[in-house]
């Protein structure tokens, strides 16, 4: 049984996905965003293999490579620049498409928006969930602007501080600081940076990652005790600061770090819902189930991959409560293993521990990521 229509809260990367690969299969979809202007946080993103097979299914991948770089392989390199693997890529979406993309965030924001509007997903801004109430054959919703809405599934795209979360599962899940920081900087793309370069040592671990012919950024994590206040006029000295120690490349784009309007800092939070993301007729999905940290590129991954099973699982057959088992078997396990792993990395960055084998848990994500979902 198919269902009729679907309430998307959130309209982040894996609502929009949700609400494309729904409306792709004929379910009528409403979505509300919080954010009265739908401004995009970040600087770019990495969808490596698998994440690039998902967004070929979705019908998108020919509508921003002209706005993206592709690149078929990752480089870890030591903090001096120096070799030390290079891990092929896997051309998962078919041999006509490139192994992994770099794309900036506002790019891609602008493909997806337009795609869902453009197959008639209903876009509510500046509105969110207030409370619902849920029988065996629907859910009744009261939005923030006051209206109200009965729909046959809703699906909580809301992000790291989810309301539908909270909703749902009261204070049981709460984001946590993982003891680090991202920072982020754009750059005019350097030759030597036509795919991912991972720098990585006693240091720490910093990156490069080409979005355009012409545009790259750096990214590092940094252990930030405590989750201090960062001074917005000081973010520049302070991503230089973090930078001490690097050679080669980083080292000369460190000095070039002098805005402080473009460095995008972020403190890592992760959490995760370690039972059932849904209860009746209503899921979560993306980061308001699994966030985690950035170390392996697969945050919005995973929550794309979530927007592709669902629409898969909604549309095969059996009851409501049949096809969201479904989903679960198979998204629950996968998320966790990156979930876990990411934060894995983190604190063995923390630790500065010589024995962790980092290239050895990039291939083994690559080797787990390629996998069927």
């Given at each position: 049984?198919?269902i009729?229509n679907?309430?998307?809260v959130?309209?982040?990367?894996?609502?929009?996905?949700?609400?494309?690969?729904?409306r792709?299969?004929g379910?009528?979809?409403?979505?509300?965003?919080?954010?009265?202007?739908?401004?995009?946080?970040?600087v770019?993103?990495?969808?490596?293999?698998?994440?690039?097979?998902e967004?070929a299914?979705?019908?998108?991948?020919?509508?921003?490579?002209?706005?993206?770089?592709?690149?078929e392989?990752?480089?870890?390199?030591?903090t001096?620049?120096?070799?030390?693997?290079?891990?092929?890529?896997?051309?998962?979406?078919?041999?006509?498409?490139?192994?992994?993309?770099?794309?900036?965030?506002?790019?891609?924001h602008?493909?997806?928006?337009?795609?869902?509007?453009?197959?008639?997903?209903?876009?509510?801004?500046?509105?969110s969930?207030e409370?619902f109430e849920?029988?065996?054959d629907?859910?009744?919703?009261?939005?923030?602007?006051?209206?109200?809405?009965?729909?046959?599934?809703?699906?909580g795209?809301?992000?790291?501080?989810?309301r539908?979360?909270?909703?749902?599962?009261?204070?049981?899940?709460?984001?946590?600081?993982?003891?680090q920081?991202?920072?982020?900087?754009?750059?005019p793309?350097?030759?030597e940076?036509?795919?991912?370069?991972?720098?990585?040592?006693?240091?720490?671990?910093?990156?490069?990652?080409?979005?355009?012919d012409?545009?790259m950024?750096?990214?590092?994590?940094?252990?930030?005790?405590?989750?201090?206040?960062?001074d917005?006029?000081?973010?520049a000295e302070?991503?230089?600061?973090?930078?001490?120690?690097?050679?080669?490349?980083i080292?000369q784009l460190?000095?070039?770090?002098?805005?402080?309007?473009?460095?995008?800092y972020?403190?890592l939070?992760?959490?995760?819902?370690?039972?059932?993301?849904?209860?009746?007729r209503v899921l979560?999905?993306?980061?308001?189930?699994?966030a985690?940290?950035?170390h392996?590129?697969?945050?919005?991954?995973m929550a794309?991959?979530?927007?592709?099973?669902?629409?898969?699982?909604?549309?095969t057959?059996?009851?409501?409560a049949?096809?969201?088992q479904?989903?679960?078997?198979?998204?629950?396990e996968?998320?966790?293993?990156?979930?876990?792993?990411?934060?894995?990395?983190?604190?063995?960055?923390m630790?500065?521990?010589?024995?962790?084998?980092r290239?050895?848990?990039?291939?083994?994500?690559?080797?787990?990521?390629?996998r069927?979902v």
């Amino acid at each position: 049984m198919t269902i009729a229509n679907v309430l998307i809260v959130g309209g982040g990367i894996g609502g929009l996905c949700a609400a494309i690969a729904l409306r792709r299969k004929g379910i009528e979809v409403d979505l509300v965003e919080l954010k009265t202007e739908w401004t995009v946080y970040g600087v770019g993103i990495i969808q490596q293999s698998n994440v690039v097979r998902e967004m070929a299914k979705l019908g998108l991948l020919d509508a921003y490579l002209d706005a993206a770089y592709a690149f078929e392989d990752v480089g870890i390199y030591n903090t001096d620049g120096v070799p030390l693997v290079r891990i092929p890529g896997q051309r998962l979406a078919g041999p006509e498409y490139p192994a992994n993309v770099g794309i900036s965030r506002r790019a891609l924001h602008k493909v997806l928006s337009e795609t869902a509007i453009a197959l008639g997903t209903r876009v509510r801004l500046g509105t969110s969930i207030e409370q619902f109430e849920q029988d065996a054959d629907g859910v009744e919703v009261l939005l923030s602007d006051g209206s109200r809405g009965r729909y046959a599934l809703v699906v909580g795209a809301d992000g790291l501080f989810s309301r539908v979360r909270s909703l749902l599962f009261g204070d049981t899940y709460q984001p946590q600081f993982t003891g680090q920081s991202v920072w982020r900087y754009n750059f005019p793309r350097v030759a030597e940076i036509d795919h991912l370069a991972n720098y990585q040592g006693p240091f720490g671990n910093a990156g490069l990652v080409p979005l355009a012919d012409d545009l790259m950024y750096l990214f590092t994590t940094s252990h930030e005790p405590g989750n201090p206040w960062m001074d917005e006029r000081t973010l520049a000295e302070e991503l230089r600061k973090r930078l001490t120690g690097f050679g080669g490349l980083i080292e000369q784009l460190r000095e070039q770090i002098t805005d402080n309007a473009q460095v995008v800092y972020k403190p890592l939070e992760a959490v995760f819902v370690d039972e059932p993301w849904y209860c009746g007729r209503v899921l979560l999905i993306g980061d308001a189930a699994h966030a985690t940290t950035p170390h392996l590129g697969q945050g919005a991954g995973m929550a794309i991959e979530d927007a592709v099973v669902l629409s898969e699982e909604l549309t095969t057959g059996g009851n409501l409560a049949d096809q969201l088992q479904r989903f679960m078997a198979r998204r629950f396990e996968r998320c966790k293993f990156i979930s876990e792993k990411s934060l894995l990395a983190g604190e063995k960055e923390m630790q500065k521990d010589p024995e962790f084998d980092r290239i050895a848990l990039v291939k083994q994500m690559l080797e787990v990521t390629a996998r069927p979902v």
